[in-house]
């Protein structure tokens, strides 16, 4: 199982950019999706997730500007995100709570993209 980020880029205070996250491979079903950010010299942070059911949790430094969103079709989670500040540059991580075909059986792990750049600057 793989998963690739994209979407990144450099932006404007204000503006906004839209990340997705595709996975592929022998996928079973995908339980939670997330998005982490990672700003230089800090930790890696949860930023929002979403249930297979469409269930969605943000935290607060993000509610209202940021929207995540899946299509379960394509394995694949959004992030938009609006009103863009310098605080949101960072490397968004996306993750997922992968069921998987192995042999003749279902195995359940944790999968992490790359990561994609965000930076929010003038």
């Known amino acids: 199982v793989q998963l690739q980020a994209s979407g990144g880029g450099l932006v404007q205070p204000g503006g906004s950019l839209r990340l997705s996250c595709q996975a592929s491979?022998?996928?079973?079903?995908?339980?939670?999706m997330n998005w982490y950010r990672q700003a230089l010299g800090k930790q890696r942070e949860l930023v929002a997730t979403?249930?297979?059911?469409?269930?969605?949790n943000y935290t607060d430094f993000v509610e209202g500007r940021f929207t995540i969103s899946r299509d379960n079709a394509k394995n694949t989670v959004y992030l938009q995100m609006n009103d863009l500040t310098s605080e949101d540059t960072a490397v968004y991580y996306c993750?997922?709570?992968?069921?998987?075909?192995?042999?003749?059986?279902?195995?359940?792990?944790?999968?992490w993209g790359r990561g994609t750049l965000v930076t929010v600057s003038s």
């Open positions: 979403i249930t297979s059911g469409g269930s969605t």
């Open positions: 491979g022998s996928i079973f079903k995908i339980n939670d």
């Open positions: 993750k997922a709570d992968v069921l998987f075909v192995q042999g003749i059986g279902v195995r359940r792990d944790n999968y």
